[in-house]
């Protein structure tokens, strides 16, 4: 069968590797892809979020199955469009996409299923959301209601960085559109960890734990990221820990999905904080994580491409899924600078080096000239293991890293190590 992976990534790179070792398929496609993909894809230029060349695309080289990475695609509503078009494609469609795209619709469902998460409240004018600061407790959150980037999500602690938030939202417009509601919601502490499983709409089959690291800097210092590292399993996750979110949170989510005639398939991805009262959903996403995804398919087993079509045909519960239950890892190696300003366009030394410690490398940021990859992007490279445990996993990595060089190189040197 051919398959099209759409994304540019890291997460995509992976995806299209797992892929490939899949015996029933024969052509692999990736769009836009990238250079370090060429082995194992043949990528096309067109736009992730140009929904209708791309099943225009699809159905002239009849695509079998489509597989999406990012968010921004399905929340277009590029599984709707392939449905019309009796095209075979792994995501939710556009209505069930709102549980990422519309974090207020998210809320609001979490309420009514009442599935844990923190008290919020809504606005629709800057004003009332700034009266509503005065007789609030600090901190707060304040969230654009679509989607940002990742950048939209400020923790305040007083009420001036709070109507500074509000207004760099609501007023000065910095995420356009999705920047017309806010929510402003109770803080909550604890440790952070994602959950993700794969849904046919009616079954949720759980993936392996993980868990990433946002910050720039070791110790989880600094700015987030889109993420700078991972590990599978994460040390945070326990039977009793799994069993409660598979019950008071997965299960109601995909259900409440289905009788509200969103159902869910593809991949729901948790964000949630551990509590000292238990697991509380920060927010949904619709896709797999990037880097976390890395590190899962280094560890799965079965075929990945049964798994997708038993999502989308809604018969997942045929599939056993086999995982190794050995350990990964995957360091994300970036261009100084990332995630404000940075320098792209440095050549990569080592990367057969590197790669011959028995590594994979999934390529993000880069480009091929002359023969050679350059650097493109803030993250330019996913360097990742499979080992016995944590710590031979991390050392290959690390190893290997060390033959990898280019201008401004930048990557956490405690990815494995801290604990969040
Ligand atoms: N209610 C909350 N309490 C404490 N921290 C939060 C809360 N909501 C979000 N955060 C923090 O902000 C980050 C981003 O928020 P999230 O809702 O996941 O939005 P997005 O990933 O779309 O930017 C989370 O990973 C978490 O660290
Ligand atoms: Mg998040």
């Not at 699809?58 to 597989?67: C, M, P």
């Not at 509503?77 to 078009?85: M, T």
């Not at 849904?199 to 070791?218: E, H, T």
């Amino acid at each position: 069968m051919k398959v099209l992976v759409i994304g540019s990534g890291g997460r995509e790179h992976a995806l299209v590797w797992k892929i490939s070792h899949s015996k029933k398929v024969k052509e692999i496609f990736a769009l836009p892809g990238n250079s370090g993909m060429n082995e194992l894809a043949k990528t096309i230029d067109i736009k992730a979020s140009n929904i209708i060349e791309i099943a225009d695309f699809a159905q002239e080289k009849k695509i079998n199955l489509t597989v999406v990475g990012p968010e921004l695609p399905l929340s277009l509503g590029i599984v709707d469009e392939f449905n019309r078009r009796n095209l075979k494609i792994f995501g939710p469609t556009q209505k069930a996409a709102m549980i990422e795209s519309s974090k207020i619709f998210a809320k609001e469902f979490m309420k009514k299923n009442k599935i844990p998460t923190s008290d919020f409240q809504t606005f629709n004018y800057p004003n009332d959301a700034k009266e509503f600061l005065k007789n609030t407790q600090f901190p707060v959150v304040i969230k654009a209601d679509g989607l940002a980037g990742g950048k939209g999500v400020f923790i305040c602690n007083s009420i001036e960085p709070a109507e500074a938030s509000i207004n760099s939202i609501m007023i000065e417009k910095k995420f356009g559109k999705s920047g017309e509601q806010i929510i402003i919601e109770e803080y909550l502490s604890g440790q952070e960890m994602s959950f993700m499983i794969i849904s046919d709409g009616k079954r949720a089959i759980p993936l392996v734990s993980s868990m990433d690291y946002k910050k720039i800097f070791d110790g989880d210092k600094g700015p987030n990221t889109g993420g700078m590292g991972a590990i599978s399993p994460s040390p945070l996750s326990d039977k009793n820990l799994y069993t409660t979110i598979m019950k008071t949170i997965i299960i109601p989510t995909i259900e409440g999905m289905r009788l509200e005639g969103k159902e869910f398939r593809g991949v729901l991805y948790a964000g949630l904080m551990i509590t000292s009262e238990g697991p509380r959903v920060l927010e949904y996403n619709v896709r797999l994580g990037d880097p976390e995804t890395q590190t899962i398919l280094l560890r799965l087993k079965s075929d990945l491409v049964e798994l997708m079509e038993g999502s989308t045909d809604g018969s997942l519960f045929d599939i056993p899924v086999r995982w190794d239950d050995k350990v990964s890892g995957c360091v994300v190696v970036t261009s100084k600078g990332y995630p404000s300003k940075f320098e792209t366009d440095k050549k990569i030394d080592g990367l057969e080096r590197a790669k011959s410690l028995g590594v994979e490398i999934f390529h993000a940021g880069t480009i091929l000239k002359d023969r050679s990859y350059h650097t493109s992007g803030g993250r330019v490279l996913n360097v990742c293991a499979l080992s016995n445990n944590l710590k031979d996993a991390m050392k290959k990595i690390y190893d290997a890293i060390s033959f990898i060089g280019y201008d401004n190189i930048y990557y956490r040197t405690d990815i494995g190590k801290v604990k969040k």
